[in-house]
Nanobody, 124 residues
Framework: QLQASGGGLVQAGDSLRISCVASGLTFRSYTFGWFRQAPGKEREFVAAIKWGGASIAYADSVKGRFAISRDNAKNTVNLQMNGLKPEDTAVYYC???????????????????WGQGTQVTVSS
């Protein structure tokens, strides 16, 4: 089970951290990712981190503003979002995959489990 939290309403330029707590799986063995879906748009990749933290991927639209991290002791994955823009408004979904290769980190189909999502709204 993946439980996302931390979303909310912020202003453009603000920062926000969303988190995902995983249960019922061997946390250290999984790649974790964040995807988002804005109203009327398809779900898109945001960021992902491999089990050891050595491999991290970001969408070009968030590179340099967002940072993904994981705490294996707390079974938690965090997404620190800085310099938020109105176009970052979306429901953010946490996801976990057991056998995600580096070239598939940005692909939805590579992941096995999905959380319920947390709403992030950025006002201009």
């Amino acid at each position: 089970q993946l439980q996302a939290s931390g979303g909310g309403l912020v202003q453009a330029g603000d920062s926000l951290r969303i988190s995902c707590v995983a249960s019922g799986l061997t946390f250290r063995s999984y790649t974790f990712g964040w995807f988002r879906q804005a109203p009327g748009k398809e779900r898109e990749f945001v960021a992902a981190i491999k089990w050891g933290g050595a491999s991290i991927a970001y969408a070009d639209s968030v590179k340099g503003r967002f940072a993904i991290s994981r705490d294996n002791a707390k079974n938690t994955v965090n997404l620190q979002m800085n310099g938020l823009k109105p176009e970052d408004t979306a429901v953010y979904y946490c996801t976990a995959g057991r056998s995600v290769i580096n070239t598939s980190m940005r692909t939805e189909q590579a992941y096995d489990y999905w959380g319920q999502g947390t709403q992030v709204t950025v006002s201009s």
